[in-house]
C-alpha cells in the first residue's frame, strides 16, 4: 500500500522570506501523481501545484515549485517571497496512475508566515 | 469559476441516528468523492464513484456508509447509527473525466459533530 509522510507538523516563515515543506511518500508503481494542496483556516482544499511521475522537470506555479526526486520518492514543496496569505495546512498527496483517482493524505504541515 | 458545494456546513447529531451528507459537484465532472478527516488527523479516503457505482471504497467504508447520486445533480453520503468516532469533516471532491489530467476539486466540508 502506498504512504505519504509530512514529517512537519508544523514551519514557520517571516513575509517574503522562503520555505521548504518536505514530503515522502511510498510506492512500488511506476505510474503515479503527486500533489500539495493547500487548506486555508477557511477549510477548502485548494490544489496548489501537481508533478506528473514520469516527468523529470519539477512543476512550477508562480511562486510555487516543487523539488521532485524520484529514486529518493521525495516531493518537496518550496515557496518563494512568502505572503500572508500562504498561512495555511499544506497537505502533500499521492495518486495512482490506475482509474481510482484516490487521494493519499499525508499527516499535513500548517504554515505559519510572520509580518 | 465552478466550485463544489457541500451542506450542510455543520451538522449535530445524536448518536445512533442517520445523516445525510450534502454535495453538488462540478456540473461537468463524472468522478466523485468522499473524503474525512478527523480533528488533528490527516485527510482519509471513503469511497469514489463513477458511473452510478462505487469504484472503490476504503476499510473505512463499511456497511455503515452507503453514496447515491439520487438526481443527476447531487451526490450523497449516508451515515446510518452514528457512532461518536464518526465525528469529523468531511469532504466532498470532484473531477472530470480524464483522471490523469484532471485535479479533484474540494468542496469546504461538513463538520459532522456527534453527541
Known amino acids: 500500500a502506498q504512504t505519504v509522510t509530512q514529517s512537519q507538523p508544523e514551519m514557520s516563515v517571516q513575509e517574503a522570506e522562503t520555505v521548504t515543506l518536505s514530503c515522502t511518500y511510498d510506492t512500488s508503481e511506476s505510474d503515479y501523481y503527486l500533489f500539495w494542496y493547500k487548506q486555508p483556516p477557511s477549510r477548502q482544499m485548494i490544489l496548489v501545484i501537481r508533478q506528473e511521475a514520469y516527468k523529470q522537470q519539477n512543476a512550477t506555479e508562480n511562486r510555487f515549485s516543487v523539488n521532485f526526486q524520484k529514486a529518493a520518492k521525495s516531493f518537496s514543496l518550496k515557496i518563494s517571497d512568502s505572503q500572508l496569505g500562504d498561512a495555511a495546512m499544506y497537505f502533500c498527496a499521492y495518486r495512482s496512475g490506475s482509474n481510482t483517482g484516490k487521494l493519499i493524505f499525508g499527516q499535513g504541515t500548517t504554515l505559519q508566515v510572520k509580518p | 469559476e465552478p466550485e463544489v458545494t457541500q451542506t450542510p456546513s455543520h451538522q449535530v447529531t445524536q448518536m445512533g441516528q442517520e445523516v445525510i451528507l450534502r454535495c453538488v459537484p462540478i456540473s461537468n465532472h463524472l468522478y466523485f468523492y468522499w473524503y474525512r478527516q478527523i480533528l488533528g488527523q490527516k485527510v482519509e479516503f471513503l469511497v469514489s464513484?463513477?458511473?452510478?457505482?462505487?469504484?472503490?471504497k476504503s476499510e473505512i467504508f463499511d456497511d455503515q456508509f452507503s453514496v447515491e447520486r439520487p438526481d443527476g445533480s447531487n451526490f450523497t453520503l449516508k451515515i446510518r447509527s452514528t457512532k461518536l468516532e464518526d465525528s469529523a469533516m468531511y469532504f466532498c471532491?470532484?473531477?472530470?473525466?480524464?483522471?490523469?489530467?484532471?485535479?479533484?476539486?474540494f468542496g469546504d466540508g461538513t463538520r459532522l459533530s456527534i453527541l
Open positions: 471532491a470532484s473531477s472530470a473525466q480524464d483522471l490523469r489530467n484532471q485535479p479533484q476539486h
Open positions: 464513484f463513477y458511473n452510478n457505482e462505487i469504484s472503490e
